[in-house]
């Protein structure tokens, strides 16, 4: 299949991942992430293991994707065990290399200074400390980044924005199984 003229001056940079599973629920904070970060630079979705923070994070970033010029990025850092390493990881997701000795935060910071970018930085509850640096020297250097944190808990940076995300409770729907009735389940 041919892609029309100028398809790829069309395309966002960044890195999504395919949504494969549909989405249900989370308007309430989706929405209120989406306000938040047209407000603020950092909001950091906060919530037990397993509640949905990093679906919620993936969802805010596809609907916001058009507001950010320069791409939206995705960072996992939830396998990630030395904290020295995220400011590395950072930059080879977002292809920031340079080899002249400088501090990967310094080199993160340049290449986002004049840039129009969403930042998700999923998982970072092993690594708050390492985060947060890195957070505050990059939204320091660079106006039009904002970063949104899944974490079980929040950075504690100056200016940052926590989202609670509880426990998801599905409303039951006004459907009842009829108990009387033998149903068929086909393979």
Do not use: Y
């Amino acid at each position: 299949m041919t892609e029309p003229a100028g398809a790829s001056t069309r395309r966002r940079a960044g890195n999504m991942p395919a949504e494969v599973t549909s989405f249900v629920g989370r308007q309430r904070e989706i929405a209120d992430a989406k306000r938040l970060l047209s407000q603020c630079p950092l909001v950091t979705l906060t919530g037990m293991g397993g509640v949905g923070k990093t679906r919620v994070a993936l969802r805010v970033a596809r609907e916001l994707r058009r507001s950010f010029t320069d791409g939206v990025w995705l960072v996992q850092l939830a396998g990630l065990d030395d904290r020295d390493l995220v400011a590395h990881t950072v930059a080879e997701t977002l292809k920031a290399h340079d080899n002249t000795g400088r501090e990967v935060s310094a080199v993160l910071a340049d290449h986002l200074r004049d840039r129009r970018l969403l930042l998700v930085l999923d998982g970072c509850e092993h690594l708050v400390d390492a985060c947060a640096r890195l957070v505050e020297t990059v939204l320091e250097a660079a106006s039009g980044l904002r970063v949104l944190v899944t974490s079980r808990q929040p950075l504690r940076t100056p200016g940052e924005h926590v989202l609670p995300i509880p426990r998801w409770r599905h409303r039951a729907s006004n459907a009842r199984c009829d108990r009387t009735r033998p149903t068929a389940i086909r393979p």
